[in-house]
Each structure stands twice: as C-alpha cells, then as structure tokens.
C-alpha cells in the first residue's frame, strides 16, 4: 500500500502544522468562527484525524454523490469553512460543511487518488480515477484542480462506468416529434445534428438514435471525446487532442474504413465541419453536435464556418435544438392554476389557455429525496430540411423568416414545448422558464 503510506506521512505533516497554527492562533479563529455564527462548529476543537478517517470520509462523500445521481462534487474551500458541493440533475445542492482543518487532507488525499503532486498548490492540475460503491455501481473520477484565494478547489466529473442507454421514446419527445425523428434514421445519407449548449443532453440523444440501428448489420463507427457509452458492435474511437488527434483527423480516416454510419461527438471548427458535410453528401448517414442555442442558429453556424449555403441544405436534414430539465417529482407534485403573472407568457408562447390550464409543485418526499425533482427530461424544437426552407437558406434570409416558415410547416419552438411540459406535470414553471432563457 505505497499510497496509504505517502498520505500518512503527509498527514504527520499536517497534523504538525496544524498544531503550530492552533498554538499561534487560537484566540484569533475562534473570535472569527464565533462572530461568523457557526453554531454547529462551535466551540471550535481541533480536528484529530487517525490513519482512516480521510479515505474514510471520501469514500462515504463519493457513495452519497453516486446515491444522489450527482454529476459533479465540488470541494470548495472559503474563507475559515470548507464545504461539498454535488450538482444533481443540472443544480448545485450543498452536501456537507466541514471545518477547514478538513481541507489540506481531503484534498491530498483527492490528489494522491487520482495521481497528481501533492507539493503543487499553485497551478491547476487534471488527473483522473475510479470508484467503485459497496453496491457494485463504477464511476469514473475526473478531477480538476484549481487554485483559488482560500487554497485549492477541487471538482470531481463522476461518469458512470457502464451508463445506461436511453430510449429514443423516452428522451421525452412529443409523440409527432419522435415520429420525424424516426422517419429521418430511415435515410441512407445526410445530416442529423443535436444543438444546445454543454449539458443539454445532446450526445445522449445521438445514442439514443444510433442504438435504433443492428449494428452487425451496418459498419457503425464513432469519434468521442470522451467515449461514454459502450454500445455492442459498433466501432468508438477517443479522440485525444494531446497527441494532435482530433475529429477533423478521425473522420478523415474513419471514411476510408467503410462506414455507413458515422458519428462525430462535436463540431468545433471549419476542417470537422467541411469533412461532416461532405461524408453526409457521399453515402453515410452522420450524426453530429454543436454548440448553438436554436436550431435555425445552426446554419448560421455552419455558414460562418465557411460552409458553403448549397451544400448545408443538400447535407443537413434534421436539426435537434434541445435542453435538459430536471422532471418534477410525481409522487409529492400538486396541481395549482397558472399565476396571472404567468397569463402573458402562455398567450405569447403557447396554444394553451392559461385560464384553464393548470402547473405544478412538488413539496418533497421520501422518493425524490426532499427536492421536489426526479430524473430528468429533454425539452426540443427540431427542425427538419423542406424545399421551402432549403430555398430561405440559400437566398440568405434572416433567422427569424426561417424560423417563421419551419414554425408554419410544424416546428414546435423550445419555448412552447417547455411550457406545454410545464402544464402537463412533467416540469416545474421554474425549470421552463429557466430552459427558455
Ligand atoms: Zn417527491
């Protein structure tokens, strides 16, 4: 147990330093923590750590953050507290505060873990492990450190090992949604995007779509950074930009590899985009993402990547704008009518009567833990290539004369479809109105 060992001796050093301080400063910290109001701490005792209490109190912080479903834990220091943080579900929720005699140790510990210097407390570093709960659930660990004013915050990425797929029915599309998804996976080549920003949900829908093929029956193969689903048969390459391995360099070798399907997990710049394009015009179906906010903003995207207005319409065949919402909880959810301040923004956005129609609150239980929220859903506006738009596209009109046509031929706007979620109980009007921003 080399490592056990390299943290103990950290831990003597701490322990002396602590020491000296408490002795040097005693006066001093209690006076702040006693005019700070910590009334759980106080009086303030210093902290006696043994040989397991670190790895203990980790281990039990990374099972509760697996428990909660959180995706991120945050380890942030201030000014004479050190507090956890996990993020469930897209919201940051507090988790633990602790003393800040926890914080040289915990974070040591993190280091040692995932193979990063334990002298280092003035650059950031990356380093990464794994954990596995009493349950048998693996995570993956990625873990950033960052310096800060108060010392060192750490930020641990949880990815499950072996994450499970989701449906493409139960992304949360609205039923004549789902059906022009559906109808386009039928098509031999072209374009499918999914667009929103970072944690939209985007490349979980591309599975999604991409787990609907037999992937023995056609040469299936993917450019990911990171890989995070394993999907049978098909062939998933990580990209590693370190060793000047991008998605540009991918694709250019994966199209001499026979493919039907192509995936490539992000558009980022002109030379991927370019390749995208052509591939989807010679025979494969591709299926990509980018980082725009609506789904008619993907052209402009596109175009402001030099790609030319003929080949985006003759390539591109379905854009997927999409958030990610937490879903309300439905065993603690109640109905109430929607608020008058509310009224205008129905009869804006949405076909329903707010005077008939009804939201929803969840108080908390035993089943969603105490937040009100459980699981998550997709909230979409997809936008599928007609003649109509084609010939928008090409003549340069402006979004809005775009959006305005895609509207006309049954383009439901994210806007309409959050509220619509909103008013059947799947989201809270806060979480809507959040997704609309
Ligand atoms: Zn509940």
Same mark, same amino acid.
């Given at each position: 147990?080399?490592?056990? +060992?390299?943290?103990?001796? !950290?831990?003597?050093?701490?322990?002396?330093?602590?020491? +000296?301080?408490?002795?040097?400063?005693?006066?001093?910290?209690?006076?702040?923590?006693?005019?700070?109001?910590?009334?759980?701490?106080?009086?303030?005792?210093?902290? +006696?750590?043994?040989?397991?209490?670190?790895?203990? /109190?980790?281990?039990?912080?990374?099972?509760?953050?697996?428990?909660?479903?959180?995706?991120?834990?945050?380890?942030?220091?201030?000014?004479?507290?050190?507090?956890?943080?996990? &993020?469930?579900?897209?919201?940051?929720?507090?988790?633990?505060?602790?003393?800040?005699?926890?914080?040289?140790? !915990?974070?040591?510990?993190?280091?040692?873990?995932?193979?990063?210097?334990?002298?280092?407390?003035?650059?950031?570093?990356?380093?990464?492990?794994?954990?596995?709960?009493?349950?048998?659930? +693996?995570? $993956?660990?990625?873990?950033?450190?960052?310096?800060?004013?108060?010392?060192?915050?750490?930020?641990?990425?949880?990815?499950?090992?072996?994450?499970?797929?989701?449906? =493409?029915?139960?992304?949360?599309?609205?039923?004549?949604?789902?059906?022009?998804?559906?109808?386009? !996976?039928?098509?031999?080549?072209?374009?499918?995007?999914?667009?929103?920003?970072?944690?939209?949900?985007?490349?979980?829908?591309?599975?999604? /779509?991409?787990?609907?093929?037999?992937?023995?029956?056609?040469?299936?193969?993917?450019?990911? $950074?990171?890989?995070?689903?394993?999907?049978?048969?098909?062939?998933?390459?990580?990209?590693?930009?370190?060793?000047?391995? $991008?998605?540009?360099?991918?694709?250019?070798?994966?199209? &001499?590899?026979?493919?039907?399907?192509?995936?490539?997990?992000?558009?980022?710049?002109?030379?991927?985009?370019?390749?995208?394009?052509?591939?989807?015009?010679?025979?494969?179906?591709?299926?990509?993402? !980018?980082?725009?906010?609506?789904?008619?903003?993907?052209?402009?995207? =596109?175009?402001?990547?030099?790609?030319?207005?003929? =080949?985006?319409?003759?390539?591109?065949?379905?854009?997927?704008?999409?958030?990610?919402?937490?879903?309300?909880?439905?065993?603690?959810?109640?109905?109430?009518?929607?608020?008058?301040?509310?009224?205008?923004?129905? =009869?804006?956005?949405?076909?329903?009567?707010?005077?008939?129609?009804?939201?929803?609150?969840?108080?908390?239980?035993?089943?969603?833990?105490?937040?009100?929220?459980?699981?998550?859903?997709?909230?979409?506006?997809?936008?599928?290539?007609?003649?109509?738009?084609?010939?928008?596209?090409?003549?340069?009109?402006?979004?809005?004369?775009?959006?305005?046509?895609?509207?006309?031929?049954?383009?439901?706007?994210?806007?309409?479809?959050?509220?619509?979620?909103?008013?059947?109980? $799947?989201?809270?009007?806060?979480?809507?109105?959040?997704?609309?921003?």
């Amino acid at each position: 147990m080399p490592q056990k +060992q390299k943290f103990m001796s !950290l831990l003597d050093v701490l322990k002396n330093e602590k020491n +000296q301080r408490q002795d040097d400063e005693k006066g001093v910290s209690t006076a702040i923590l006693e005019k700070g109001g910590q009334a759980t701490q106080a009086p303030i005792e210093p902290v +006696q750590f043994d040989e397991e209490s670190i790895p203990t /109190m980790l281990n039990d912080v990374f099972a509760a953050a697996i428990n909660h479903r959180a995706s991120d834990i945050h380890f942030k220091p201030s000014e004479n507290q050190f507090k956890i943080f996990f &993020r469930i579900d897209g919201a940051m929720m507090e988790h633990q505060t602790l003393q800040a005699d926890y914080h040289n140790p !915990l974070i040591a510990r993190i280091k040692i873990l995932s193979g990063l210097r334990i002298d280092e407390h003035r650059l950031p570093q990356d380093g990464k492990t794994s954990f596995e709960s009493t349950d048998g659930k +693996q995570v $993956d660990l990625r873990v950033s450190v960052l310096p800060t004013q108060f010392g060192e915050k750490v930020v641990i990425r949880l990815l499950e090992k072996n994450p499970q797929m989701v449906e =493409l029915r139960d992304l949360g599309m609205l039923p004549n949604i789902l059906m022009k998804v559906e109808r386009h !996976l039928t098509a031999t080549y072209g374009m499918v995007l999914a667009v929103g920003p970072t944690g939209s949900g985007k490349s979980t829908s591309l599975f999604s /779509m991409i787990s609907t093929f037999d992937a023995q029956a056609y040469n299936i193969s993917t450019l990911e $950074d990171p890989i995070e689903y394993k999907i049978p048969h098909v062939t998933q390459t990580q990209i590693n930009t370190e060793i000047d391995f $991008d998605f540009s360099d991918g694709l250019r070798t994966l199209v &001499r590899q026979d493919p039907d399907i192509i995936m490539v997990g992000e558009i980022r710049d002109q030379k991927t985009a370019s390749l995208a394009i052509e591939s989807a015009l010679t025979g494969h179906l591709v299926f990509s993402t !980018l980082h725009t906010n609506t789904a008619v903003g993907t052209i402009q995207r =596109l175009l402001n990547m030099e790609i030319d207005r003929f =080949l985006i319409t003759a390539a591109v065949k379905l854009i997927i704008s999409q958030r990610l919402v937490r879903k309300i909880c439905n065993n603690c959810r109640e109905a109430y009518p929607v608020p008058q301040k509310y009224h205008d923004l129905f =009869l804006k956005e949405s076909t329903l009567d707010p005077k008939e129609a009804f939201l929803y609150k969840a108080t908390g239980c035993e089943v969603c833990k105490n937040t009100g929220y459980k699981g998550r859903i997709g909230l979409f506006e997809v936008l599928e290539m007609s003649p109509a738009i084609e010939e928008l596209i090409i003549s340069g009109a402006s979004h809005s004369d775009i959006e305005d046509q895609a509207v006309k031929e049954g383009m439901i706007l994210l806007r309409k479809d959050a509220l619509y979620k909103a008013a059947t109980g $799947d989201i809270t009007i806060e979480e809507a109105i959040r997704a609309m921003a």
